[in-house]
């Protein structure tokens, strides 16, 4: 009868083996993480159009490729907040809605630039390997120095004309390093136009879409 007691025996050893062995594995492993970021990206910028009634025009916005640089702070659980500012120079049909004389009497073709500074939530990350990401942003965009592409000749509005603006952004990264992670996101965002000189019935309210590709690099590590 000592075969089947052995035979027990080997096969509870062989299992007590197993679980420490697994137990051992899921023993969760502290990695320092960096204390901040620092990121750099370009995007492909799809505005909608905006109509501004204090120049009397509207911006018919075409696409353009939008440069962005960020900093953040990590704050816990592969997150960090910060401050984001962006940049690009856009193309687009400037049209009269009426009132406008000059070179753009009826439309023209024009240049602007676009600037954002926003505040911004980013989650995601992982040791090493693919992980989602999640960002918000709220902020101003401010739209300023526009002028006909031919002339050269400014155009209203002359002063930096600010919008309020905010976007939810998804993607996925890919993390090289503990200090190195590559993102693809997808952003939706919205820009709230000011109302002065509009009627009732116009939009003041325009969507934008951004598809974006970038690197972040952390800078300290977390104790």
């Avoid at 009132?99 to 630039?113: E, I, K, R, W, Y």
């Avoid at 911004?120 to 002028?147: C, E, K, P």
Wanted: with cysteine; charged share 15%.
């Amino acid at each position: 009868m000592r075969t089947p007691r052995l035979l027990m025996t080997a096969c509870l050893a062989v299992v007590a083996a197993r679980t420490g062995g697994a137990q051992i594995i899921r023993q969760p492993t502290r990695i320092a993480e960096p204390s901040s970021w620092v990121g750099f990206s370009v995007g492909f910028w799809q505005p909608q159009a905006i109509l501004d009634g204090t120049s009397g025009s509207e911006w018919q916005f075409g696409d353009a490729l939008q440069y962005r640089v960020a900093l953040e702070k990590s704050i816990q659980n592969q997150s960090s907040v910060g401050l984001t500012a962006t940049f690009a120079r856009i193309g687009m049909t400037y049209a009269s809605l009426g009132n406008l004389s000059g070179v753009c009497a009826g439309s023209c073709d024009a240049d602007a630039n676009v600037t954002q500074l926003l505040a911004t939530f980013h989650a995601g990350g992982s040791v090493i390997g693919f992980h989602q990401v999640i960002d918000l942003a709220a902020g101003a965009t401010g739209y300023y120095n526009f002028r006909e592409r031919t002339t050269g000749q400014r155009l209203e509005p002359k002063n930096v004309d600010l919008d309020f603006a905010m976007s939810i952004g998804y993607g996925f990264g890919y993390t090289f390093s503990p200090t190195t992670q590559f993102e693809l996101v997808q952003d939706f965002g919205l820009g709230m136009h000011q109302r002065e000189g509009l009627t009732g019935q116009d939009r003041t309210i325009g969507y934008q879409y951004t598809t974006r590709l970038g690197v972040r690099f952390g800078l300290g590590m977390q104790r």
